[in-house]
């Protein structure tokens, strides 16, 4: 049971779905190397090595996804706030940012100091993003922004995974040229047959390219913005339910 509440619903879709088709054609190829006509112990072993190697890909997927995140700056997106950004109406937005600031206790960046002081205005926009992502967990109730979230963790961890992908797939595609121009010592179907390794090639090569065109920097920020006007936009939601009273502040001088 510990094995399968791994797998719940974020991290099948951000996750287990992006390593399973950054590492498509890896799998696919050891599938095809095994003889499936009769059953015996290399089909189990297979099957196990591609069970493994899917969880690992899941778990390098959240790892890589993150330092992706990091070098990217993505998800946070604190400059959908600022007021020369048009992404949200801007009489919403200056009704959000007065909640927010009566909820965190800290007055709200005013235009001038955007302009004048944008880092001070930054830090208080991360702080309405904290804010907005502890109080907006229940998937139920800010759906919308589940799927965002979700769509948004896709895209970054398949990001994420792009090198490691390009790598297999070249090895694949160097294994299947080198089968096609030398009889190797090694029984396996596939590298035996030229039409498999023919069919493994051309799904190494479109693979490929999906993977270099589709999946960049802009895939991952157009997600991460969608998601950010989203949880912008859940104030409108939390304004009728959370109260207004502004957290206490305390002093410097009262905890030394």
């Not at 950054?22 to 090595?49: C, E, K, R, Y």
């Not at 955007?114 to 904290?130: I, K």
């Not at 759906?143 to 297999?168: C, H, Q, S």
Request: one cysteine or more; proline letters at 4%; hydrophobic letters at 50%.
């Amino acid at each position: 049971m510990g094995l399968f509440k791994l797998f719940d619903a974020y991290t099948v879709r951000a996750r287990v779905v992006p390593g399973l088709i950054a590492g498509l054609p890896t799998l696919a190829f050891l599938f095809l190397s095994i003889p499936w006509d009769h059953f015996n112990v290399s089909q189990a072993i297979s099957a196990t090595m591609a069970f493994v190697l899917l969880i690992a890909f899941a778990d390098l997927a959240r790892h890589l996804g993150k330092k992706a995140e990091t070098k990217l700056g993505t998800r946070s997106a604190p400059e959908l706030w600022f007021r020369d950004n048009d992404a949200v109406d801007k009489i919403s937005k200056d009704r959000y940012r007065d909640f927010i600031a009566t909820q965190l206790g800290v007055a709200a960046p005013t235009a001038e100091m955007e302009v004048g002081d944008p880092n001070a205005a930054r830090q208080f926009y991360l702080s309405a993003g904290t804010w907005l992502r502890d109080h907006t967990r229940d998937q139920k109730k800010f759906r919308i922004l589940t799927d965002e979230l979700f769509t948004y963790g896709f895209r970054r961890n398949l990001f994420g995974l792009k090198p490691v992908a390009l790598i297999l797939n070249f090895l694949v595609l160097a294994l299947c040229v080198v089968a096609m121009a030398m009889t190797l010592p090694v029984e396996l179907p596939t590298l035996q047959s030229p039409d498999r390794l023919l069919i493994a090639i051309v799904a190494v090569v479109f693979h490929s390219a999906f993977m270099i065109l589709a999946v960049n920097k802009d895939y991952v920020r157009q997600a991460s913005q969608a998601y950010g006007i989203q949880l912008i936009l859940c104030c409108e939601t939390l304004m009728s339910g959370v109260s207004r009273t502004p957290r206490k502040r305390v002093s410097k001088a009262a905890t030394t």
